[in-house]
């Protein structure tokens, strides 16, 4: 009510005025201008002195004075996803991703995706483009320019993160789901140093999830659609079918919870509906100039079929089941261990306290289903929804008070086995065999234990800052990892060993036509690295070209002389010219 003395206890004086207030309106008639500007007054002051009331109070609940603490861990974490991060020979996808951009830039069409001159139908455009715009920015497709839309991607993804809790939870939220994100372990020792398709779809997602949540707290629907439904056709043009789930489960599933769902109906959701439309529509049909467009939506609707239980079994399925949720646990470490302080009978009352961890909460139940249920799916595919879980581990883990003490016992036990065992295992850095070539492995060692030994006495003096000691100690790791692991793959690797493939068939065929003989394979890092030393794409061609070389099973031209031999897949092709 209006007069309630307000519990903050700031307002009491003020208490009196309104009671006042609330005499003298009794006695006006309601069509009095006087009766409706004291009215105004007395309502905008009741509704102000509750909002300060309650934020004073919220500040006291969530006291923050850890900024510079932070501050070095989100620097610690910044300088480790760049660490070398262009050291390491290209691999995995990598190599597929770069080359198709290749050739659109070679083409000149940047509409229709083509491997080695023949169209590519598995993903659409879109993170071509952005490998493309990268190499631009950085002088040419170097593995830097391949991998900083990771490392970008991830970061965006935690600024997202850092807004979002800071707003909607307190400081101390924004800041702890920034860095526990980049620093989920499956991320952060693995794809987010790849340049591959995956964290920049996530941060694509994730970004339409964020507009979702925020633009409808605000009211703001017209922005909401437009913004929602942008991201998802950009989504869908960057890795096919899946956008079109998320779009549709997450916005239906919001808009009931809060009792809205009349907005589908709404001139604003229809704007942006046709925002989806004009975007996606229009690089279709842009594309159906140069190919059928039907051959493309049967490969994208195949894609997205691959992983169903339709395709694996009942037997994959049940493994499927039980082996999901635990990856993905594994993959979020060291995150992952704040899950711990879910475990309580009333998280479902806790959650429902903040409405960011409603809306988390719901978006990861109803997302996650259709990958639990698909045997072929991969923890990669649901990157995305990695930061609700964390936020409901982390949102738990500060009202761990009102829980047992066990499960904080635990956490503080298995933090410290990881702090200390990156302390103990800097000092083997030295004597592992692989590591040899590096001559800064005793004062990285010691370098290493120091930092490590240094948290973990920490750790030890104030256990109330475990969760951050924690992260600390897991980015000294990664910034180890950069200096050992990463040299050592550009030393020695398959990788490795395909530039120089790259490098001999380049010096046999020069500026000869060089092609790819009907069905043959090799590596594609070898073919990343031989378009770069020829400044020109390899192509297929079925057809022999009199004094062209060809990479083929000798076999195919019999008589020829093998120049070159390139085992791949348990195949031997060769370099042959055609006379």
Partial sequence: ??????????????????????????????QDPVYFLIHFHYRLFAVWTEKVADGKANARMHAYTDTRIHLLAALLVLLSLFLNLGIQPVYLEEPRRA????????????IVPTQFGEFYYKKPPVFNWVVWASAKLMGGYSSWALRLPTALSVIFIALLLFGLGRRYVNPEFGWLSALLFPISGGLYFYFSLLGEIDLFYTFITFAGFAALFHYQQRRRYGLMFLLVYALAAVGTLTKGLPSV???????VAWLWYEGELKRLLSPAHLGGILVYGFLVGGYLLAYHQYNDIGNY???????????????NGLLKLLEHLLMFPLDTIKDLLPGGLLLLFAIRKDLRSLLLRNKLLTFATLMFMVNVLPYWVSPGARQRYI?????????????????????????????????????????????????????????????LAIAGFLAGASVFYFYLQQPGRTLIF???????ARLLFDFTVLPQRAHESDAQRDVGIAQAVDEIVGDTPLYLYEDARISFSAIFYLNQIRGKTLRRNDEREEGAFYIALPEQFPGAE??????????????????
């Fill in 470 to 476: 924690l992260i600390l100690a897991t980015a000294v």
């Fill in 383 to 443: 990157y995305m929804l990695y930061p609700f879980l964390l936020m409901i581990g982390l949102y738990a883990w500060q009202n761990r008070k009102e829980v047992k003490a066990w499960r904080f016992r635990v956490f503080r036990i298995l933090s410290g086995i990881l702090i200390g065992g990156l302390a103990v295992g800097s000092l083997a850095i030295p004597f592992i065999p692989g590591l040899d070539f590096l001559n800064y492995r005793w004062p």
């Fill in 297 to 311: 939506l049967r490969m994208m609707v195949a894609e997205s079929s691959e992983r169903t239980i339709a395709e």
């Fill in 562 to 579: 093998v120049l070159y031999e390139i085992p791949y897949n348990e195949e031997v092709y060769g370099v042959v010219k055609y006379r």
């Fill in 99 to 110: 080359t198709i951009a290749m050739e659109m830039e070679e083409n000149g069409n940047f």
């Fill in 245 to 251: 789930l998320f779009l549709g489960l997450s916005i």
């Fill in 1 to 30: 009510m209006p007069g309630k003395v307000n519990r903050s206890g700031y307002f009491v004086k003020n208490t009196a005025l309104t009671f006042e207030a609330s005499h003298y309106l009794a006695t006006l008639p309601h």
